[in-house]
């Protein structure tokens, strides 16, 4: 079973930056895809950013890949998001997945979900 503990969620200005943080309680971190899934209210979740184990990563929206990026830390059990630039319409609370096999950009192939953490970006 692997736990994953998000953190970094906050209330910022647009035009702020935010990193969030993605703990996992797994020693085979290096083995598992990492993706950051985010929901708005009353929107469906949507595939943010992904990051295979070999380092590949996966952008949804070109719009994304200019102000978001990815990374891992392997020796810490980490994966992380770093948000620029942030926008009103980036609101909603962010879901840290992993998966051992999986790394696709569909929330239905993740097996394990952390509980979330509110962003919210004011104008």
């Known amino acids: 079973q692997v736990q994953l503990v998000e953190s970094g969620g906050g209330l910022v200005q647009a035009g702020d930056s935010l990193r969030l943080s993605c703990a996992a309680s797994v020693r085979t971190f290096s083995r598992y895809h990492i993706a950051w899934f985010r929901q708005a209210p009353g929107k469906e979740r949507e595939f943010v950013v992904g990051?295979?184990?070999?380092?590949?990563?996966?952008y949804d929206k070109d719009s994304m890949k200019g102000r978001f990026s990815i990374s891992r830390d392997n020796d810490k059990n980490t994966g992380y998001l770093q948000m620029n630039h942030l926008k009103p319409e980036d609101t909603a609370v962010y879901y840290c997945?992993?998966?051992?096999?999986?790394?696709?950009?569909?929330?239905?192939?993740?097996?394990?979900w952390g509980q979330g953490t509110q962003v919210t970006v004011s104008s």
């Open positions: 997945a992993a998966d051992d096999s999986y790394s696709g950009t569909s929330h239905y192939g993740y097996s394990y």
């Open positions: 990051i295979a184990w070999d380092n590949i990563e996966t």
